[in-house]
């Protein structure tokens, strides 16, 4: 069981699964957004390859346009 915190709040995982699949089952795969992991910003470049480990803290951000 992978067990991460995403914006505060814990979600859990029967299999590995990368930053793209997080964000596609968040219903954020099409938006715009800066995610850090442990303190570090993953590269929207890379959210396919890299996977989430258990006892990761994610925050992700989404950006809102508007004037």
């Known amino acids: 069981m992978i ?4 914006n505060g709040q814990t979600l859990q995982f029967d ?3 990368t930053i793209r699949a997080l964000l ?3 219903s954020l795969g099409d938006r715009r ?3 850090e992991r442990n303190g570090e910003i993953v ?4 959210h396919g390859e ?3 480990h258990d006892g990761d803290t994610i925050e992700i951000v989404a950006a809102v346009g508007g004037g």
């Open 33 to 35: 957004v800066a995610l």
């Open 43 to 46: 590269p929207r470049g890379q």
């Open 24 to 26: 596609e089952r968040m």
């Open 50 to 52: 890299e996977l989430i």
């Open 15 to 17: 299999t590995p699964v």
């Open 3 to 6: 067990s991460v915190s995403v």
